[in-house]
């Protein structure tokens, strides 16, 4: 059977910018720096939630959904550069099992932000001065799972 792809090989080569020391064809990773926006706006969304309850302020609920819609775009930022930088790294072991640990809490996480974001944007329609009932245990979950990602990040 002839491969009629590797004929394209170099052409499509020719077309990729070169790879540097860090196997990437960027200056360096942009997966972490992206990324932590993602870990601050998730976590300081649930302490301005926990703040405006404890503080009797609604207007805090306004900075945590914003923190909210902030943090659910920049996920989706964050993985598709982690994928890529993953995909060009050389796992082996142990940490190629810890990597598809973290992408698939990544990509689950993505949906799970997005959700929340989603129920905290309908559930402002109704009234933006009052969080929805079981919303704190929601933002507990997320903070749990955040920490649970850095985590496996960090590994």
């Keep these: ?18 790879l540097n020391e860090k196997n990437l064809p960027w200056i360096d990773v942009i997966h972490p720096i992206v990324v932590h926006f993602v870990i601050a706006m998730a976590l ?10 404890i503080l009797k302020k609604p207007n805090l609920f306004e900075v945590s959904f914003l923190n909210l819609i902030v943090a ?3 996920i989706f930022v ?25 992408s698939t809490l990544g990509w ?10 989603g129920w905290r944007y309908v559930s402002r329609q109704s009234n933006p001065q009052e969080l929805a ?23």
């Design 78 to 102: 964050a993985i598709v550069f982690g994928q890529i930088e993953a995909g060009l790294s050389n796992p082996y072991g142990v940490s190629r099992d810890i990597l598809n640990y973290h």
């Design 108 to 117: 689950s996480l993505a949906g799970i932000l997005s959700v929340i974001t």
């Design 44 to 53: 300081v969304a649930v302490v301005f939630d926990f703040a405006g309850l």
């Design 72 to 74: 659910t775009i920049a």
């Design 133 to 155: 009932s079981g919303f704190i245990a929601v933002d507990m979950i997320l903070a749990v799972l955040v920490c649970t990602q850095v985590y496996l990040g960090d590994m």
């Design 1 to 18: 059977m002839v491969d009629i792809f590797s004929n394209f090989e170099p052409i499509i080569s020719s077309l990729l910018p070169p």
